[in-house]
């Protein structure tokens, strides 16, 4: 008797755990088709009513309307974006806490200072939604109209002419020009503002040269002749000024150096969860009306998927990191 069940028992033992193992493969697709159970927060690491914040809620507005639960923006300002990230980090990994990501935090910090976490160990890629410019910028009553003839003239003149760099030491707009002066082989002063305002100011007045600025606070003083638009920092022109050329194409090939915003999630959240919010990115990215609310803020769309997130996180951050040298930028250890 024991010689005819030991089979049956054992084909009894094989089916019960195959049908185990199919389910545990099934509960988290089924888990993330029954997602979001609850609101979703999104924490941005910088004050409301800024660029950055301003992205984050109209993406967060659509991704409501198309998964129909709330996802609510939270500002954790500090640290250059870094208390939001940790906040995030430490979260559940259940697919109801994001952080919204972007360059400062994300590429540029890890290379002056060591943040409480390990971005690219802790965080998990899910999609960037655009990407910002900056642009070249000097004073409209110089006579410089184009990026060869900036090069020129500063050639001319080695190290007695300043640039501002708006935001500080450690600001996207510094760092580009460090970067782009070391490949032009370019000498000049830096003068930090604590913002771009101020920094504008002094451009506009004479005071000093250049600067690279965000294109969108670049645009209104380009329309009066304050300012001079020279080139832009995307590999791309932008929608806001065709007739202004890239780096890239005046001269210095492969030339790239962006703000970008995109999401992130704690590193356990499960893929099937950050593969549904990366399609709608893309989605959007692609979505004619949800471009025009993107262009308001200066934005070019973007949308892309985990993987592709991930190969532009490794490219981003290695070249936010030569800029950090080439500036010699440090944290202040106090």
């Known amino acids: 008797m024991s010689i005819m069940t030991a ?17 545990s493969l099934a509960a988290p697709s089924a888990y993330a088709q029954a997602w979001p159970q609850k609101p979703v927060r999104v924490l941005v690491g ?7 914040d301003n ?20 500002n954790r ?14 979260s559940s990994a259940d697919g109801h806490t994001f952080f919204w990501a972007g360059t400062g935090t994300v590429s540029v910090f890890p290379a002056m200072g060591k943040p409480p976490y390990d971005t690219l160990r802790d965080l998990a890629p899910v999609s960037v939604i655009g990407t910002s410019p ?13 990026l060869s003839e900036f090069v020129a003239y500063v050639k001319a003149r080695p190290k007695q002419l300043a640039y501002a760099g708006g935001g500080g030491p450690g600001s996207v707009s510094n760092l580009l020009m460090a970067l782009f002066l070391k490949r032009a082989g370019l000498e000049m002063n830096a003068v930090s503002y604590r913002g771009t305002a101020p920094a504008l100011t002094d451009i506009i007045g004479g005071h000093v040269p250049a600067m690279f600025v ?27 000024a065709k007739d202004v050329p890239t780096i890239a194409e005046s001269g210095f090939p492969g030339f790239r150096g962006v703000s970008w915003n995109g999401m992130m999630a704690p590193a356990a959240t499960p893929k099937a969860i950050i593969d549904r919010v990366a399609t709608e990115f893309v989605k959007a990215a692609k979505d004619p009306k949800f471009i025009a609310q993107l262009d308001k803020y200066g934005a070019s769309p973007l949308g892309l998927t985990p993987e592709e997130f991930a190969k532009f996180l490794r490219e981003d ?18």
């Open 317 to 334: 951050t290695a070249l936010w990191a030569e800029a950090v040298k080439i500036a010699g930028v440090k944290l202040d250890s106090k």
């Open 77 to 90: 300002v500090g640290a250059m974006g870094t208390l939001a990230a940790n906040e995030v980090v430490r």
């Open 46 to 52: 910088f004050a409301a009513g800024g660029n950055i």
């Open 134 to 146: 900056q642009v070249l910028i000097v004073n409209g009553k110089l006579p410089i109209k184009t």
């Open 214 to 240: 965000p294109l969108p606070e670049a645009l209104p003083h380009a329309s009066t002749g304050a300012v001079r638009m020279l080139a832009l920092s995307d590999d791309r022109r932008a929608s806001q």
């Open 55 to 74: 992205l984050a809620r109209v993406t967060c507005a659509r991704l409501a309307e198309v998964f129909g639960q709330q996802f609510v923006v939270e």
């Open 7 to 23: 089979p049956t028992i054992s084909r009894r033992c094989l089916l019960s755990s195959a049908a185990a193992f199919a389910a």
